[in-house]
Nanobody
């Protein structure tokens, strides 16, 4: 059974940093890409960043230059280093694994709150 477990969320002051992790287990297929998404109440879940199995990355314009996505293929773990955080980054952050290009799993989410 596939499990995605996010960790690393919490409360941080504006300008601070957090590092999120997404540990995947039970993966018995080839992953096309993994990604981080976020959602705030009343809004749709939005893309933050993605990374392919080959290491190619994409970022939402709102996080470019501040967030860095990476992965450790040997550990089946993905990371999101978030720097220069602002209150607008407050959200529940979810990781997603995509395989066979149209099939996917979501993690349970981790709360990130940026507030003074």
């Amino acid at each position: 059974q596939v499990q995605l477990v996010e960790s690393g969320g919490g409360l941080v002051q504006p300008g601070g940093s957090l590092r999120l992790s997404c540990a995947a287990s039970g993966i018995m297929f080839s992953i096309n890409y993994m990604g981080w998404y976020r959602q705030t109440p009343g809004k749709e879940r939005e893309l933050v960043a993605t990374i392919t199995s080959g290491g190619s990355t994409t970022y939402a314009d709102s996080v470019k230059g501040r967030f860095t996505i990476s992965r450790d293929n040997a550990k089946n773990t993905m990371y999101l280093q978030m720097n220069s955080l602002t209150p607008e980054d407050t959200a529940v952050y979810y990781c997603k694994v995509v395989y066979h290009w149209t099939s996917y799993y979501w993690g349970q989410g981790t709360q990130v709150t940026v507030s003074s």
